[in-house]
Each structure stands twice: as structure tokens, then as C-alpha cells.
């Protein structure tokens, strides 16, 4: 008598998964194709400004154009370059001292951060005695109209340029432009200011400007012919020496901050500056009544010599830098910026996007039988008898258990006995197949191979066992 078949329910084949469809992903990387090269551009764009404005010189800095200052900005190689020339060069830390300066001769006022005056000394800069000469650097419009000067600035660069003094055509009046030749003076621009009768000598493209006077005053909008790390290039030298060595004196303002408000009121007596002007006016430094303040006839800190070279002339004290931000260039930094931020695109760009699991056909499909080949001749090739013993072992020893319900906490010894019966064999064959050395030639694994696979064919088939395919 033939035992009734179980019928099988046979399950419902999977529906084909289809891909979605690539028009919302291709506009996706149409928008990518987009937008990265303009983040790029855009990224660059302000690293490159950011450059810049690191790379060029900040007036309000301490030790900027100073002549004692070594640094880039500073302006020791001038001062240097002068006194080889025969000129004397005066440093007054305040203005007061630096203007009184200018009583014991003919002398010439370099002025190179103007900005850091008080708005209320400003207007003592267009009073100089007769026979003066005073030079700014690259002065702003409220600095120009504070001291009474009928310049203005007009259009300013990206960066200075070197030039010829006569480089738009007109000729250059000055004698130290023309000596000088090409020099790096075409940065800020200057003209006369609109509804005045001014008349101005210029050169270099308008980059350097001479009003005429009683005290000639001459406006250049670069620092670079004054400053240490470009006074060596082109005429720059020349420029800078003939501008400010015009009467073998200068009278060089160095200040270290923003000045403070004056405090003293105008000198008089054997103290007044004969450019002063009459007792009912102002000169900046007082009240306008014509009394002297509280600090006397003299600087309102100064020394006894008037020289202005006390500690606090010049204001307070600049705060301290950090040492390591020192100890490198501005630019170095600004590159390191620029290094970081292409460092961090190329990762965004290259990163893994990880985003909704997409269904995609395989190019080619690879039948298990050929990738079992596959890896065991890579076996063979390598010599790894023991490795592929190992990884035979492991996956007899996994079936095993899940037939006969083995805990994988057993002994070898208890796991090998409790094998033995099902499969017919003494549990010291079983252990020896199961835990036994490594084979020493391809032959002794095919064998130990076959034999595996004669045990767990057994153990499937032993009676009480459910097999493959019972639907028990």
C-alpha cells in the first residue's frame, strides 16, 4: 500500500522588481553637474578675496611703515636707505612733537596712517609752515577733507602696479618720479576735488599727486616704494628716498594706535609754532580760547626733550598677537584655507551618497557551481589546504547541528559521540573526520571533502530525521 503524496502548496512566484525610472535620478545628476563646479568656482572665488585681504597691508596695524619695524609692512629699509643718502630721520611717536618738529627748518612730514589721527588734529595737517613738504600715504576722503585738501580719491585698483611716471601720456613735473622711473605707485587714484581752482601736478596715472602751496603737499596711494618687502623692486627705492629726502630732514610720524584726543590747549609764547594761527582760533589742540591746558606749553605726554618718545604718546598699548599666528606669513594661512577647503570638496565630491536601496539588473550572472570552482583554485593555487580544511569543517559541522539540534557550547569529544550514533560510526572516527589535523596533500582533502559529505548525508537520512523538502 502506497502512501498518499502530501500535497504541496506551491507559493506565488515573486513579482519582477523594476527598476524606477531614471528621469528623477538623471535630473538629480544634472542639478549635481550644476551646482559642484559652481560651488567650486563660488568657494575659490571667495578664498582667492580672502587672499587678498590678507595679503594686503593694514595701515592700523602696529609697526606699519615704521622705521624701526623689520617686518614686511615695516619701513626700516627706508629709513636706512635715507640716512645713507645724508638725510635725517626724526621718529616722533605724536603728532604735537612731530609738528613743532618742523620749526627748526625746512623739513619734510611723512605721515603713513594717517587714519590713526584723532579727527580733531586732522585739520593741523593743511597749516604747515612755508617751505614744508608733507607726504601721505594712501589717505581716505575724510582724511583729505578733515585736513582742508582739495584732493579726493577717485578709482582704486586691485592691486599696485608698476608704471612710468608719465604713463598716460602726460608729463611728470616731479623731478624724484623721473629719476625714479617705473614704480609701484598705481594703486588708489586721486584727482581735485569738484568746484575748487586746485591745480595738481600728476604721475603714474594719477596714483601720485603734488598740490602746490606755501607747504606742498603730495599724496601717493601705494605703499609699496616704502615698504620692506617691495622697496627693492623696480624704482620703488628711488621713488620713496626723492619723495621724502627733498630737504635732507624728515620728520617721520610713527604711531602705534589710534591717537588719543588732545588734551593740551595752543602753545604760547616762545612755545607757538610760528605757522600757528591767531589767538581767537583753533589749532586742534584746544579750546579755541587760547589758554594753554593742563599739560603746559609742551606735548601733553611727552618727555622733557618734546620728542614725543615717551611710552604713552602714542596711545595704548598694542594687544598682543599669538605666537604661532606670527610666526607664519598671512598668506601661508590663507593658503592653508584654501588647501582645507579644496580638501574638504574633493571629500564631498568623492564620498559615498547613501540614499533609498535601488533595484539594479546585474550585467552578468555567475552560477554558484562556477564560483565554488573559482575560489577553490584560488585555494589550490595558494597551497591553503588547511584554510579550506578549516572552512569545510566549519560548514559540516553547522549542518550537523542544525539536523541533530546540537548546542554550539558542546565539546569536541561530547559532540563527536553524539554524531556517531545517527551516522553509524565510533565517535573516535567522527572526531578524527571533525576536529582531526590539517591534510597534507590535495588528495587527502578531496578525500576528507567526500567524506564530510558522506557523513551529513547520512546523519540527513537517518531515521526519525527530517530531510530536505519535508514539509514537517
Known amino acids: 500500500m502506497t502512501r498518499p503524496a502530501t500535497p504541496t502548496v506551491d507559493s506565488p512566484p515573486p513579482a519582477p522588481v523594476r527598476p524606477p525610472p531614471a528621469g528623477p535620478v538623471r535630473r538629480r545628476r544634472r542639478r549635481h553637474r550644476v551646482i559642484v563646479p559652481l560651488a567650486l568656482a563660488a568657494v575659490l572665488l571667495a578664498g582667492t578675496v ?167 603737499v603730495v599724496v601717493i596711494g601705494a605703499s609699496d616704494p616704502f615698504r620692506n618687502d617691495r622697496i627693492a623692486e623696480h624704482g620703488n627705492e628711488t621713488l620713496g628716498t626723492g619723495l621724502l629726502g627733498v630737504h635732507g630732514r624728515v620728520v617721520w610720524l610713527d604711531l602705534d594706535g589710534p591717537a588719543p584726543a588732545p588734551t593740551v590747549g595752543r602753545p604760547d609764547g616762545t612755545g607757538e609754532p610760528a605757522w600757528s594761527p591767531a589767538p581767537g582760533g583753533s589749532t586742534g589742540y584746544g579750546d579755541g580760547t587760547g589758554e594753554q591746558g593742563p599739560g603746559g606749553p609742551g606735548p601733553a605726554t611727552g618727555g622733557g626733550d618734546g620728542r614725543g618718545d615717551a611710552p604713552d604718546s602714542a596711545g595704548p598699548p598694542p594687544p598682543d598677537d599669538h605666537p604661532l599666528l606670527d610666526a607664519f606669513p598671512p598668506w601661508f594661512w590663507a593658503l592653508l584655507l584654501q588647501l582645507a577647503l579644496a580638501a574638504l570638496l574633493t571629500v564631498l565630491w568623492r564620498a559615498r551618497r547613501l540614499g533609498p536601496p535601488v533595484t539594479e539588473p546585474l550585467p552578468v550572472e555567475v552560477r554558484a557551481a562556477e564560483t565554488a570552482l573559482g575560489r577553490a583554485r584560488l585555494y589550490q593555487r595558494a597551497r591553503a589546504r588547511g584554510p579550506a580544511a578549516e572552512i569545510l569543517r566549519t560548514a559540516a559541522l553547522g549542518r550537523l547541528r542544525g539536523r541533530l539540534d546540537l548546542p554550539a557550547t558542546l565539546a569536541p569529544a561530547e559532540l563527536a559521540a553524539r554524531v556517531a550514533g545517527p551516522a553509524g560510526g565510533t565517535p573516535e572516527q567522527i572526531h578524527e573526520l571533525l576536529f582531526g589535523a590539517a591534510p597534507g596533500t590535495d588528495a587527502e582533502l578531496l578525500e576528507l571533502a567526500r567524506s564530510l559529505d558522506r557523513l551529513t548525508r547520512t546523519v540527513a537520512a537517518a531515521p526519525g530525521r527530517p530531510t530536505e523538502g519535508d514539509p514537517r
Open 50 to 216: 580672502g587672499a587678498h585681504a590678507l595679503d594686503q597691508p593694514d595701515p592700523t596695524d602696529p609697526g606699519f611703515l615704521s622705521p624701526v619695524a623689520t617686518d614686511d609692512d615695516g619701513g626700516r629699509r627706508l629709513a636706512d636707505a635715507l640716512r645713507a643718502r645724508g638725510v635725517t630721520v626724526d621718529r616722533e611717536t605724536d603728532l604735537l612733537p612731530a609738528l613743532l618738529g618742523l620749526d627748526r627748518g625746512p623739513a619734510t612730514l611723512f605721515v603713513p596712517a594717517a587714519e590713526l589721527l584723532h579727527p580733531d588734529t586732522l585739520d593741523t595737517l593743511g597749516e604747515l609752515p612755508a617751505g614744508r613738504r608733507l607726504v601721505l600715504v594712501d589717505p581716505s576722503r575724510r582724511v583729505l577733507e578733515s585736513a582742508g585738501l582739495p584732493v579726493v580719491p577717485t578709482d582704486r585698483r586691485w592691486a599696485a602696479r608698476a608704471v612710468g611716471p608719465d604713463t598716460d601720456g602726460r608729463p611728470c613735473p616731479l623731478p624724484e618720479a623721473s629719476r625714479a622711473g617705473v614704480a609701484a605707485a598705481l594703486l588708489q587714484r586721486y584727482a581735485a576735488a569738484p568746484g575748487t581752482a586746485a591745480t595738481l601736478d600728476r604721475c603714474y596715472g594719477d596714483g601720485l599727486v603734488r598740490l602746490p602751496g606755501r607747504a606742498e
